[in-house]
């Protein structure tokens, strides 16, 4: 789809309103031209037209009114179109399913969202330029048409060979530009490389070579392609320029030799005309390069449209109350297996038969690629099983269900990100909000104040320790963490098994937690399960009862 097309599908304004306006203004341009010819032939003959002059005053008017009412408007209705294309897409993401939200990549996405919206955005002008320029050339050629049709009809053959050759290879430049743009999101992945794994480049100067060279080599190949295509753009624009000067030089020079009747004053006022139109060319073929831009930003913005509207219609969750509590969950012979875009090898884990009761603390354990993070997104409702059920209180989870199941779980990830402000939380108690920062250590490093954190920028424990007290203020019966205590310090480590734990369990909070400290998770007094997974499967170790 080009920049024009998304421009018309999603245009709110009146695009009939728009182009009579803007065809005024072409009027009011070509009325300027033949007042101004009319005042220069009665100056030739020693007079004052003042009815040209009268005529130039109200085109000039008609074309300062139309002129701002076209570009302002435009500009809006453009920058609306941005705004709603860049919302819906984000809607999107929000709506979808994890999957395939990681099948696509996050490269693609902030791409789509953030630099082709910006592309477009710049094009905006352009296009109001564009559109105003193209009818300033269709009623000024009819003027021309008018003073000699034979300088009409060479003009529209010379410049029609032109814009064909020129067009000529326009489906390649498509194409070569969305080449570009896939390897600009290559560098994008080469960059949140090198920030996100700054740590792990420092200390290995191998690594960091090798990643040099990879984002040299993406880097060069992107240039290389973007540097072939405006080349062949710029060739085409020179040749596009050359037409509209032989066009002058055809009018001057062959015209009057082929037509008796047409008279020296026709022939300055059909250049004067024609110069009048090359300028506006000029400004059209300038812009090529910027709409060729937005054209494949707007392919490349519906086609990720299209995929995110795809995953959501497959398998959006219907809208439904979150469940306050439950009794039981079960997983049936529940399997699910991905393959890996690095390695392409496949991963899979089940089938897994796992019961988890309300007020439980289980713990997970086993070693790493074993399948504990894959299992607690099965567990979460994040990834859906393949094959085999999970179920709450019977009621399997399906569409019609898995928001309300989802509703019952909050949960830290390894990866996990903390929101500066408390989304979700309607005014949160203060007083507990103190409290549960105080407990955690936290109080002199950060306050909740307007529903916002001062500061999130804190090591990695503290910033654990937030992410927990946020998910104890949703006030949800599951709580899952994943390696939760991994960052903290030795004191605050064993203040999570022997205190924190503890206490949630006797408030009736679910916790299911992955963990590889065994010394601690034995020396526990609370009731607790112990599971173990390897290479996919899990199987119970130990189990103390409640109470």
Known sequence: ????????????????????????????????????????????????????????????????????????????????????????????VRRSELLPLEAIGRAEIVAAITRETATL?????????????????????????????????????????????????????????????LWENRLFDRLSDLLDGFKEVRLNHARSDELYRDIVEVSRAAANIKIRTQSETFKRMVLLQSSLYTMLGTVAFVVPNFSETVSSGSITKTITALVFIVAACFGLVQSIPVILRANASAESIVGMEVRLRETVAAIEALPGDPAKRFNMIEMRDVEFSYTDKSSDSVFKVGPINFTLRSGELVFITGGNGSGKSTFFKLLA?????????????????????????????????????????????????????????????????????????????????????????????????????????????????????FELLPALNQSGVTVVAISHDDRYIEEMEAPARRLHMDEGRLVEVSSTENG
């Open 381 to 497: 409702g994040l990834y859906q099983a393949q094959s085999g059920q999970i179920s709450f209180d019977g009621t399997p989870v399906s569409n019609a269900t898995r928001e309300a199941y989802r509703g019952m779980i909050a949960a830290i990830f390894p990866d996990f990100h903390l929101f500066l402000r408390l989304y979700g939380i309607e005014q949160p108690d203060h007083t507990e909000v103190d409290r549960l920062l105080a407990q955690f250590r936290l109080l002199d490093k950060t306050r909740l104040a307007d529903g916002e954190f001062r500061t999130v920028d804190l090591s990695s424990g503290q910033r654990k320790r937030l992410a927990l007290i946020v998910s104890l203020l949703e006030k949800r019966p599951i709580l899952l963490l994943d390696e939760w205590a991994a960052d903290q310090d030795p004191e605050f480590r064993r203040k999570f098994y």
């Open 121 to 181: 955005t710049q094009a905006s002008i352009m296009l109001a330029f564009s559109v105003q320029g193209a009818l300033l050339i269709t009623f000024v050629i009819a003027y021309v048409a008018f003073l000699s049709l034979l300088a009409f009809g060479l003009s529209v053959v010379i410049v029609g060979i032109g814009a064909a050759v020129f067009h000529a290879k326009t489906r390649q430049l498509a194409i070569d530009s969305q080449e570009a743009t």
């Open 1 to 92: 789809m080009s920049f024009f097309q998304l421009v018309r599908r999603e245009m709110e304004t009146s695009l009939n309103r728009l182009v009579i306006v803007s065809s005024l203004g072409g009027v009011s341009s070509a009325s300027i031209l033949a007042a101004i010819n009319a005042g220069a032939q009665a100056a030739d003959n020693g007079a004052v037209s003042l009815r040209a002059a009268f005529f130039f005053i109200i085109a000039l008017i008609l074309f300062i009114q139309t002129q701002h009412y076209v570009l302002i408007t435009t500009t809006a209705e453009i920058e609306a179109i941005i705004h709603r294309v860049r919302v819906r897409l984000m809607d999107y």
